[in-house]
């Protein structure tokens, strides 16, 4: 896993609630055996017509905006667990995602993936929104160290949690399966105590 | 020290707890599929790894199968190729597939349970977030991504936060046509396909006792509909007599030291929930989802809420919702017609589905508007139909009885709703184009299906049973 640095980035905003893993990725495109090449289906019944032409007023198709931060409305993420939603954000170029709320299923692969779910109040959400609609270059600054997200232009700041384990594997791009690993004597203990 | 069930059977599985770290929480099964396990078994040849445990995995074809002639090539190359490296994988790594062909093969949340797999007590996990299923035996089960797929191979555990826990009662008696799917569409309507997200939700009370082994598999199915991780429901004599002679439940004295232990798994009187609800049976009739979301739905004689009664912020999305169904504030949906009916999904497609849809449309017809495809969740399933004669029933009425799969829940193979089509369905997501490109998902129970698959419209299945 590669490792998170701080982030300065313009923003790629998507006002919409409930936005569900179907429609990050439809379950037509998992057919894929690898972990590459989902960005091009991102979000694909919002972005391309039946006859694969880009609709032109969904945001990922707009030139003025982008970035490496994709702000949702509440409830990013829910419904199937496919982790081919985290691969596909992160393929297309994201390396954080912000929401006033996230699907547990969704973050837990975020962060298994070094794509760094932020989530923040809705009255922060809504500054955010707010001030991509002004300017479509306006820059976020994503400190993990310090775990705040700041709106450069107004200087509005926040703090975000985030379980300090998951957070020094981000920072160092270590994974879930080095560190169970190195406990394997545990886990042979208590299989001979079940 | 009182805890809830799902205290009790987390804490019997944690391998290490460290404060600042994630629980090390033991795995006891996992199941797995071709759509996303391919990634973690490469991962795995990557690290040099093995599957740590390999009999404690089992694998079947499910989510991108044929439903018909299954037993010919896949005709669509890359569902072929998914398909072909699950049997390869298996093969090389030592795991027990029930592939195309095999008479266990079916939907892994159909086919755990009916081979006594599923068991009180168990932590079982699978990439699929309708893992939850397997809640309804007393077992600790949710879905789980690639990369946690990749890490209960190497391991055969899992870094766990513990989750928060919610008790949902109901109590009460439903009313005649009024099912199991309709208590967890209405309790989804009530708190929304994020209310219970961060939670374990145990079901309880006296109309959830009341219920069989399937239709409590459909209530906890949903579970992660709200958004929680999983959900589950304490084991009782309904739950013993269904596992008692399965294929790998426990015989003999392993049975009766089973069944001692089981007896232990229930929430302490006294334990402390995170967060109580409760609901009254009575208040529960057929319901509808007329959204984007399994937290629109509505008792199916309501009116769609209006977008202004929708909070400020959130009527946007409420009405590209009712945009994408073609729908209006304040309208009824009785009486409008419908293209397909689906009965199938790990929700709503075992035996007792499609006996109670065969009583319910013995010596009917279906509408000749109407596309209706039957998927039993399991070549098993498939079989005790035809040993019913259920098939028989389903072909004089018009129904399609296909070939088990996932099919058009989330129509990966060529089971597609096409666009702009209104299909009725017992599944258990109607997000926008889960049944295929612009197609429109309404969310019912088994008997609403078959109502409408037979007058061609929505229709309230209780005007039908007075009838008849």
Redesign the interface.
Known sequence: MKKFERLLSAIVPLNIENIDTDQIIPARFLKATTREGFGENLFRDWRYNGDNTPKPDFVLNDPTYKGRVLVAGKNFGCGSSREHAAWAIQDAGFDVVISSFFADIFKGNALNNGLLPIQVSDEFLAAVFTAVSKDHNAQLDVDLDKQTVTIVSTGEEAEFEINAYKKSCLINGYDDIDFILAQKDLIEEFEQKK | MSKTLVEKIWDAHV??SEA???D?L?IDTHLIHE??S??AF??LRK?G?PV?RPKQTVATAD??VPTINQLQPIKEE??R??VD?LTKNCAEFGIELYGLGHPFQGIVHVIGPELGITLPGKTMVC???HTSTHGAFGAIAF??????V??VF??????Q?KPKTMKIEVNGTLGKGVTAKDIILYILSKIS??GG??YFIEYAGSAIEALSMEARMTICNMS??M?A?GGLIAPDQTTFDYIKGREFAPAGAEWDKALAYWKTLYSDADATFDSVLSFDAEDIGPMITYG??PGMGMGIQEHIPSTSSQPD??Q??YQ?ALDYMGFEDDASLIGKPVDYVFIGSCTNSRIEDLREVAEFVKHKQKAESVTVWIVPGSKQVEQQAINEGLDKIFEEAGFQLREPGCSAC???NED?IP?GKYCVSTSN?N????QG??ARTLLVSPLTAAAAAITGKITDVREMLAEA
Do not use: W
Request: charged fraction near 20%.
């Open positions: 391998v290490k600042g770290f994630p090390i033991y759509v996303t391919p990634q490469d991962g690290r790894l740590l989510h991108n890359l569902s190729y998914q490296m990439g699929d977030s879905g789980i991504g690639t990369s946690q990749e890490q190497a391991t055969q555990c899992l870094l936060q396909a994020a997200t961060g992660i509909e958004g991780r984007t979301n912020k959130e946007l999305s590209k989330l129509g990966m597609k666009a997501r997000f926008e184009g889960r490109p612009d």
